[in-house]
């Protein structure tokens, strides 16, 4: 499978685990990582939001850069995620092609000074730093429409990830950028609606509890079978009604936590992420995961 194919697919977020030190422990992911290849995600990502990017060390990010892909090896395309300061995000990028790495993933800068402008020009210098495909995380679709055909026209970006609600906006930029592929990255539960504007595939969070039900969820997308798609998004509707509580800071906890209920320990989510998992949040995920089993 080529990267623009799996780009189309599922773009699984993985977390980071830790140890009970508050140490990185990227061996911990092996066995989320078999059951992604097992159920046919295309493509996987390091250090996307789900795998805490910005609770980590710059050194805890290289090195699961570097290990990551090793642990894939080659069941599916591996994305990463580049941020933080463009002298930081350069680093990372100029090592992800030996790292093993396949497509970067450039963050939007969350700097409360940042510039339409300034931000091309980010990309500029981690895609040539890179010089592998790059992949948009657009999260603010209130940069306004001249401000994304700027981005998506940078050399090298080949996808957009697009995490606005804003879906007219996403609308436009489609009719915008004709080659650009773009993505749902707001995961399942928004998947049809961009579906239907023009978008292919979705981000996932979900992948690393139960990647089936991701995976089922895009074949009735491709399918052109919404009423099937937004039936299998019902039954995993309480599992990201969770994820949204605390101003949606149990958004990595609840995966973790799940990951711990089901035989995979995986640590801690830092703070600022919500943890431990309220004890009545944690009764609810307990109930669910046992009717997903059952």
């Known amino acids: 499978m080529t990267l623009e194919q799996a ?14 030190h508050d140490a990185i422990a990227p061996a911990r992911l092996a066995p989320i990582v078999e059951r992604c290849a097992a159920a046919g995600v295309d493509a996987l990502t390091v250090n996307g939001n789900t795998s805490e990017f910005y609770g980590l060390t710059f050194a805890e990010a290289e090195r699961m850069q570097a ?17 933080r300061s463009v002298n930081e995000a350069v ?5 992800a092609k030996a790292d093993g790495v396949d497509a970067v993933m450039v963050h939007q800068p969350p700097d409360p000074f ?16 890179a010089g592998l495909p790059v992949v948009l995380y657009l999260r603010n679709a209130g940069i306004g429409d001249a401000a994304i055909a700027a981005l998506t026209a940078v050399p090298g970006v080949v996808a957009v990830k697009w995490a606005s609600v804003d879906l ?30 023009g978008a292919q595939g979705f981000t996932s969070g979900l992948i690393n509890i139960a990647p089936e039900r991701s995976v089922a969820i895009l074949s009735a997308l491709r399918a052109g079978d919404f ?67 059952s």
């Open 114 to 129: 940042v510039s339409p402008r300034g931000v091309a020009e980010y990309i500029r210098r981690v895609g040539d730093a």
């Open 168 to 197: 007219m906006a996403l609308a436009r930029a489609i009719r915008a950028a004709p080659t650009i592929r773009f993505v749902c990255g707001l995961a399942e539960p928004w998947a049809p609606p961009m579906t239907a504007l």
């Open 227 to 293: 009423a099937a798609a937004n039936a299998r998004i019902a039954e995993i509707g309480p599992f990201e009604v969770l994820r949204a509580e605390e101003q949606n800071g149990a958004n990595v906890s609840i995966v973790k936590a799940a990951l711990a209920l089901t035989g995979h320990d995986v640590g801690a989510a830092r703070p600022p992420a919500a943890w431990p998992v309220a004890p009545e949040s944690l009764a609810r995920l307990r109930e669910l995961l046992a009717g997903w089993r």
């Open 7 to 20: 780009l189309t697919g599922i773009s699984g977020i993985l977390v980071t685990p830790l140890d009970g």
């Open 67 to 83: 290990e990551v892909p090793a642990i894939i090896a080659g069941r599916a395309k591996v994305v990463a995620g580049i941020g």
């Open 91 to 95: 680093r990372l990028a100029a090592r």
